[in-house]
């Protein structure tokens, strides 16, 4: 992923938008052509201050034969992103663009154990289930035990030691209070999820270089 310099972003931001997010695109280096795949994830630092996900695939997903006893792969997750129309921003000779944040993870990717299975989906449940509190959370161990057994025998888990990071928040840090601020409202305006989550990175942004009072 080409990352601008404006925009980039180390590890200590990066890991807060992976864990917040835990979805993306995990794609291997199959023989013919690039394999993909949409999935949940965990990732978690390693002792020595590295990066490993933890994830899954139906055993009928062939993507999982493609990585035998290791293979390159890559992860990329995105947050939420938005158009920024010109017009927005009060000034002249300006050009469309468009908002985002992405993190890529690239590194060796290896098959674990079946019998690790069980674990993955406790501990991916678990963090999906504590985002719903007060509802009571959801263990496999609500399951009969057969169907439960069945259905973990039904995935491939997968990990993906990372070897390097690219991440960069594209929020238009580089723009004058002026720009910022019509950037801001123009998405407000607009009302959906993603343009509201943007203004709302775009205001804290604002809040930061320029000392506006937050919201």
């Known amino acids: 992923m080409y990352v601008h310099p404006a925009f980039k972003i180390d590890l200590a931001e990066a890991l807060p938008l992976l864990r917040a997010r835990a979805f993306g695109l995990f794609v291997v280096a199959a023989p013919d052509a690039p394999f993909g795949v949409h999935v949940p994830f965990l990732v978690d630092e390693t002792p020595d201050?590295?990066?490993?996900?933890?994830?899954?695939?139906?055993?009928?997903?062939?993507?999982?034969?493609?990585?035998?006893?290791?293979?390159?792969?890559?992860?990329?997750?995105?947050?939420?992103?938005?158009?920024?129309?010109?017009?927005?921003?009060?000034?002249?000779n300006q050009v469309p663009t468009w908002t985002?944040?992405?993190?890529?993870?690239?590194?060796?990717?290896?098959?674990?154990?079946r019998e690790d299975n069980l674990l993955?989906?406790?501990?991916?449940?678990?963090?999906f289930e504590t985002r719903l509190l007060p509802?009571?959370?959801?263990?496999?161990?609500?399951?009969?035990?057969?169907?439960?057994?069945?259905?973990?025998?039904?995935?491939?888990?997968?990990?993906?030691?990372?070897?390097?990071?690219e991440a960069q928040k594209k929020l238009n840090?580089?723009?004058g209070e002026t720009e910022l601020r019509g950037a801001i409202a123009g998405l407000r305006g607009r009302g959906d999820a993603a343009s509201?989550?943007?203004?709302?990175?775009?205001q804290r942004n604002g809040e930061r270089k320029f000392g506006w009072t937050p919201d």
């Open 196 to 202: 509201v989550a943007i203004a709302e990175r775009m």
């Open 49 to 92: 201050g590295g990066l490993r996900v933890h994830l899954h695939v139906a055993r009928a997903n062939p993507i999982h034969t493609h990585i035998g006893a290791g293979c390159k792969a890559l992860l990329a997750c995105q947050g939420p992103d938005a158009y920024i129309s010109p017009d927005w921003y009060g000034v002249e």
């Open 135 to 165: 509802k009571k959370p959801w263990t496999s161990d609500k399951m009969d035990r057969k169907k439960r057994d069945a259905m973990t025998t039904a995935i491939v888990t997968i990990a993906l030691d990372v070897e390097s990071l």
């Open 173 to 175: 840090q580089h723009k």
């Open 120 to 127: 993955h989906v406790d501990l991916l449940s678990k963090e």
């Open 100 to 113: 985002y944040e992405a993190v890529h993870l690239t590194g060796t990717a290896r098959l674990l154990l």
